[in-house]
T-cell receptor, first 112, second 115 residues
Framework: LAKTTQPISMDSYEGQEVNITCSHN???????ITWYQQFPSQGPRFIIQ???TKVTNEVASLFIPADRKSSTLSLPRVSLSDTAVYYC?????????????FGRGTQLTVWP | DAMVIQNPRYQVTQFGKPVTLSCSQT?????MYWYQQKSSQAPKLLFH???????NEADTPDNFQSRRPNTSFCFLDIRSPGLGDAAMYLC??????????????FGPGTRLTVL
């Protein structure tokens, strides 16, 4: 499984766009990139998943360059309620049989 | 609403006294997972069931066992809890274990305290 590296923490202010970058230099051809969000005392929640280029949903965008060695989660106009830990995961959904191996995650703190 | 339910939310047990944590789901998903999350750490996968097939992670201690009597329920048994087993235990489900989309849905967790 490809190892991921993320910043341990990030700070932002309400209304700003936040970009969290994840490095996965050893990503394999069949690997997908998935991001989860976790609030204190709650289980993680799926945010977005992608393979290449750009994916957008109602809460975030995921940018993946052509070499796929990194990815960037973009949160538009964050609010206080976006304060959470964000995990980047990389894995082959076929071979890993659904297993999720979490890295250290990025603690995002949004200030008023 | 379809969801993943964990009971109890908080569990206190004594050192060495067996404890069982429960998880139920109304999503009718094939796969159920158990994770252990210690304070300020990432969730760590313990094992999962694909339907009735049990899949243990290589580094999961023998002290941890699991049962899945039917599609909806899954239990985590800790046979002899030690102080190091104090953690949040998360249950998750997914529709399938592979394929194009295997999003996992997590329950709120059970926080286990070992005295």
């Amino acid at each position: 499984l490809a190892k991921t590296t993320q910043p341990i923490s990030m700070d932002s202010y309400e209304g700003q766009e936040v970009n969290i970058t994840c490095s996965h230099n050893n990503i394999a051809t069949n690997d997908y990139i998935t991001w989860y969000q976790q609030f204190p005392s709650q289980g993680p929640r799926f945010i977005i998943q992608g393979y290449k280029t750009k994916v957008t949903n109602e809460v975030a965008s995921l940018f993946i360059p052509a070499d796929r060695k990194s990815s960037t989660l973009s949160l538009p106009r964050v609010s206080l309620s976006d304060t959470a830990v964000y995990y980047c995961l990389v894995g082959d959904r076929g071979s890993t049989l659904g297993r999720l191996y979490f890295g250290r995650g990025t603690q995002l703190t949004v200030w008023p | 609403d379809a969801m993943v339910i964990q009971n109890p939310r908080y569990q206190v047990t004594q050192f060495g006294k067996p404890v069982t944590l429960s998880c139920s789901q109304t999503l009718n998903h094939n796969v159920m997972y158990w994770y252990q999350q210690k304070s300020s750490q990432a969730p760590k996968l313990l094992f999962h069931y694909y339907d009735k097939d049990f899949n243990n992670e290589a580094d999961t201690p023998d002290n941890f066992q699991s049962r899945r009597p039917n599609t909806s329920f899954c239990f985590l048994d800790i046979r002899s809890p030690g102080l190091g087993d104090a953690a949040m235990y998360l249950c998750a489900t997914s529709r399938d274990s592979s394929g194009r989309f295997n999003e996992q849905f997590f329950g709120p967790g059970t926080r286990l305290t070992v005295l």
